[in-house]
């Protein structure tokens, strides 16, 4: 993905787009659960990045993303990372 910005601003000039979501540019989303505490959304847009083009990440509480994706098959290609994992433990991607 390409990220602009300083730290924590990941989603560079498309960040506050209309629909899709959580807000932002439209596209399709994964949740992700299972994270520490200590994971960071760098450590997760770099799981997620070869996956395709992501177009927003944002952390919604204690252990749980949605990671948005510019298609459905750049959604689907993160699906199958389901039970993969981030500094050593698995995540649960749905």
Do not use: M
């Not at 994706?69 to 290609?77: D, K, L, N, Y």
Request: hydrophobic residues 30%; proline residues 3%.
């Amino acid at each position: 993905g390409d990220r602009k910005g300083g730290k924590g601003d990941y989603y560079g000039d498309r960040k506050g787009g209309k629909g899709g979501g959580f807000g932002g540019p439209p596209g399709p989303q994964i949740i992700v659960r299972g994270f520490d505490f200590g994971t960071t959304e760098e450590q997760v847009w770099k799981h997620f990045d070869h996956c395709g083009e992501i177009l927003e990440l944002r952390f919604l509480g204690e252990g749980t993303a949605v990671v948005k994706f510019a298609s459905e098959a750049q959604a689907s290609r993160a699906v199958d990372l389901n039970r993969s994992t981030i500094d050593g433990n698995q995540r649960y991607i749905n």
